[in-house]
Structures are given as C-alpha cells and as structure tokens.
C-alpha cells in the first residue's frame, strides 16, 4: 500500500511539475513577443517539452506536448484567447507540432531508458563479477580441504593412524559445514529476490531458538564463547512467532559473523530483553574492531565486504538476516557503541496459545 501511494504522489508531481514549466514558457512568451512572433515561441514550448522527457515519464510527457500545444494557439495564435485557428496553415503547423513535441519527447525518453539499462547492465555484470570471484574462492577453499583429506584417508597406512582419522573427520566436517553455508545463503538469496520465501508460522521462545543455533554451530563458534543472558522471566516474555528454521539461519548468520570478525578467545554475548512496547529484543555484541561510520549504512548489502577484511565470504550473509528478518516484520539496526559491533533485532512479541499460556501460569 504504501509503495503504491508513492508512486501516486511521484507521478503526481510529474505533472504538477510538467505543468509549471508550461506556465512558466507562457509567461515567457508574454514577455518575449513584442520582438517575435508566435513561430519563435512555439520553438520555447518545444524544447519546455524535451526538457520534461529528460526526466519524467510518458505520461507527462504526453500531457506537456498536449498542454504546449493548447497553450500556443490559445495564447499566441489568431485568433487569440480562442482554441479555434484562423489559418490552414497554423492549424497544419500546431498539428504539426503536437506530432514533433510528442514523438521527440517520446525518443529522448527511450534514449534516456536505454542509457539506464546500459548503466544497470554494466552494474549488474559487476555484481556478477563480484559474486563469481567470491563463490569461487568460498566453494574452492572447503573444496580443497575435503578432497585433500579424502585422497589422504585413501592410504592404508593413514587409516592405521587413529589421530589423523579424527582429525580429518573434524576438518571434513567442518569444510562441508562451510560449503554448505554458501549453498544455504545463495538459496536463501534467491529465494528473498524472487519474493518466494514461503513462511511456516510456528510459536516459540527466543531463548530455545538461541540455544538451538547455538548448539548446531558449536564446532564453528569454539573460540568464542557464547554467553546468552535475559533480563526478565525469559518463560513468559520472549515467545515470537515465525519459520523456526530460518530464524535459525539468521541468528546463526549474526553469530557466525562476530565469530570471524573478533580475535579468538573473544566472548560473543547476546542479550535478550523487551521494550516499552512490550517486544522481544535481542543484542548479539562482539569483542571486534567494530564498523566504522562510512560503512554502516552499506553492511546489509548484497555482496559488500568491508575493505581489508580476511578473505572468506561472499558479502550476503547480513542482507539474507535483514531479508528473512523483514519477512517476519521484525527489524534489525546496527547500534553505535564505543568497542566491538552490537546488532539489534526487534521481534514482534507472540500471543501464546492457551496450551502454553496454562503450563506456564
């Protein structure tokens, strides 16, 4: 709905803007017709006409020839203050000009289009670019890892080797979780582009969706230390609702971030609490270097990565959280803070169903 209403207002604007030029040429002409004559003013409303089709859109394009070519006759053209015409020939010449206003502001608009497309063409093979490099890199690390250990495993006297085993299984373990985070964000991206993120509508408290991706990324989160606290009775006041699974994905995304972004050993602590409005807030806070301001508003994008950050990533973890966040109408912002990076996210608080609500009173 409110996509909708802007477009209304912007073309609006348009012609409320489309009209003022028009006025605007007629005052013009007022002024200028004691030296020439209505031929050279007629040329003033044509190019009032190309300078709408340079920046606005058919419709008022349309609606500045027709208007020009009104305001001419009545205006200018004899007999004046009349919309008829007196001679043959100013009526073939504004017919005329309607035809030349209009199909000259038509072909500069399709010009101005066609330079767009070419420009988002470029920007979009750039992003591609980007996304090949990135994936690439992302699939041939854990790729690399895994065949090396499985050529490894093949030897008999390696088998023998009870060490190495367990630590090729950890790698292999760890390599696939890895490769199959990649798979998931470029999935979960396509999905959020094409507008097909079907939601289940479970209900659930935060604190077990916390512990859940906690546990499941323990191998990947083992030199951070996860500390989750609440600052309430966290059985009655952290329910939300929403696709369990994805949730998942997104804190995991979040937790997985400030696990690459902080020195080892570093705590990650998140923060679970509600607001005035009685909604469910959670801070996932690292010991990091932190973002800096010119990013902040860039970290959600699709393919960005800080300048100078280690290699690893294709830049789209942090959009697939804002997306699949949004889905559930729940917003995440990037806090400001002294030390380390702190990402908030606000839930929508759940109505619990009556089977719940009775165990818990």
């Known amino acids: 709905m409110k996509r909708s209403a802007f477009k209304i207002q912007s073309s609006f604007s348009q012609y409320l803007i489309t009209f003022a030029m028009i006025a605007f040429t007629t005052l013009m002409g007022e002024f200028l017709k004691r030296w020439f004559d209505y031929h050279v003013i007629g040329y003033l409303y044509l190019l009032s006409v190309l ?12 609606f500045s020839a027709a208007l020009s070519a009104l305001s001419w006759n009545f205006f200018f053209m004899a007999p004046k203050f009349s919309f ?13 000009y309607f035809f030349v206003a209009s199909l000259g502001g ?6 101005r289009r066609h330079a767009l497309e070419r420009d988002l063409l470029r920007e979009s093979e750039r992003l591609y670019q ?10 041939r690390t854990p790729l690399t890892v895994i065949l090396g250990n499985a050529a490894a495993l093949q030897h008999e006297n390696m088998l023998g080797n009870k060490e190495f085993v367990s630590s090729a299984a950890k790698e292999l373990q760890i390599a696939s979780e890895r490769l199959n985070q990649v798979v998931e964000n470029l999935l979960d991206m396509s999905r959020i582009e094409s507008e097909h993120l079907v939601l289940k509508h479970e209900v659930f ?12 990324l323990k191998p990947n989160l083992k030199k951070h230390p ?15 609702s929403g696709d369990f699974k994805l949730l998942d994905h997104a804190i995991g995304n979040l937790l997985l971030n400030a696990a690459n972004y902080s020195p080892a050993e570093s705590k990650i602590q998140v923060l679970v609490s509600k607001n005035a409005s009685n909604d469910v807030i959670v801070q996932v806070a690292d010991q990091g270097p932190g973002i800096r301001n010119e990013y902040k508003e860039k970290v959600f994008e699709k393919f960005f990565r800080i300048p100078g950050t280690p290699a690893g990533g294709v830049g789209l973890g942090l959009s697939i959280v804002k997306g699949i966040l949004e889905a559930h109408a729940a917003v995440i912002r990037l ?10 996210i606000k839930f929508p608080r759940a109505k619990l169903p009556e089977a719940i609500r009775g165990e818990l009173w």
């Open 130 to 139: 980007i996304l090949i490099n990135s994936i690439s890199h992302e699939i």
């Open 51 to 62: 300078i709408a089709s340079a920046i606005f859109r058919q419709g008022p394009i349309f």
């Open 106 to 111: 038509f072909l500069n608009a399709k010009i």
């Open 335 to 344: 806090l400001d803070v002294a030390h380390g990076t702190v990402f908030e």
């Open 84 to 96: 008829s015409i007196g001679a043959p020939q100013d009526m073939l010449m504004c017919y005329a």
């Open 226 to 240: 996860v500390v989750i606290q609440h600052t309430q009775e966290k059985e009655v006041d952290d329910y939300i």
């Open 205 to 216: 408290s935060v604190n077990d969706l916390l512990e859940h991706t906690v546990e499941r």
